[in-house]
């Protein structure tokens, strides 16, 4: 069981726009910079977002972060098919002195 | 280009032993913390190991202290993670992955996978 409780899935049309949330604790979100991946169909995690709402050069723009206590939120506008993916959160937690993840969500574009 | 090239995954028998080796380019390893995460199939991220920069501190998840042991070779970029008494629960593909930040992973290998069966 993840320390990090995110949606088991999600879903949109194209060009729509889609939410994900990803709600933790004190001792991990709500003290912590955020960051987000994403995970392709059989291919290795890509960094999407960092301390919260930053963008690693190459990640567009219809991608962002944003946080508020414990909760933290990747959002993704003008949905397109390559976007079906898994995304995780991930984050440290203090209490555990560990690196830590959501379970994932998985996204599909109807 | 940053590169992670994991390798040494493969078959072991429960209580076996396995050392997984990654070689890094790219960047100057010696000035970044490295971290192990695993993916068991069909299962999400979970994070196993990392060591600092210098290899002067290192911390396990919970599921694998006190049998994985990680390592690294500066002078060869290249991170290692030694697997004992490994069980059936510890199948998954081992990603070595760079850490930018604590919370962040800014880098992934392309994984190596690790089977534990009989």
């Known amino acids: 069981q993840s320390v990090l409780t995110q949606p088991p899935s999600v879903s949109a049309a194209p060009g729509q726009k889609v939410t994900i949330s990803c709600s933790g604790s004190?001792?991990?979100?709500?003290?912590?910079?955020v960051s987000w991946y994403q995970q392709l169909t059989g291919t290795a995690p890509k960094l999407l977002i960092y301390?919260?709402?930053k963008r690693p050069s190459g990640i567009p723009d219809r991608f962002s972060g944003s946080k508020s206590g414990t909760s933290a939120t990747l959002g993704i506008t003008g949905l397109q098919t390559g976007d079906e993916a898994d995304y995780y959160c991930?984050?440290?937690?203090?209490?555990?002195?560990?690196?830590?993840f959501g379970g994932g969500t998985k996204l599909t574009v109807l | 280009e940053v590169q992670l090239l994991e390798s040494g995954g493969g078959l072991v028998q429960p209580g076996g032993s396995l050392r997984l080796a990654c070689a890094a380019s790219?960047?100057?390893?010696?000035?970044?913390?490295m971290s192990w995460v695993r993916q068991a199939p069909g299962n999400g991220l979970e994070w196993v190991s990392a060591i600092t920069s210098s290899g002067d501190f290192t911390n396990y998840a919970d599921s694998v202290r006190g049998r994985f042991t990680v390592s690294r070779d500066n002078s060869k970029s290249t991170l290692y993670l030694q697997m004992d008494s490994l069980r059936a629960e510890d199948t998954a593909v081992y990603y070595c992955a760079r850490s930018s930040t604590v919370t962040t992973v800014d880098y992934w290998g392309q994984g190596t996978l690790v089977t534990v069966s009989s």
């Open positions: 301390e919260n709402n």
């Open positions: 790219g960047f100057t390893f010696n000035t970044y913390t």
């Open positions: 004190s001792s991990n979100i709500g003290n912590n910079y």
């Open positions: 991930g984050t440290w937690d203090s209490s555990q002195s560990s690196r830590v």
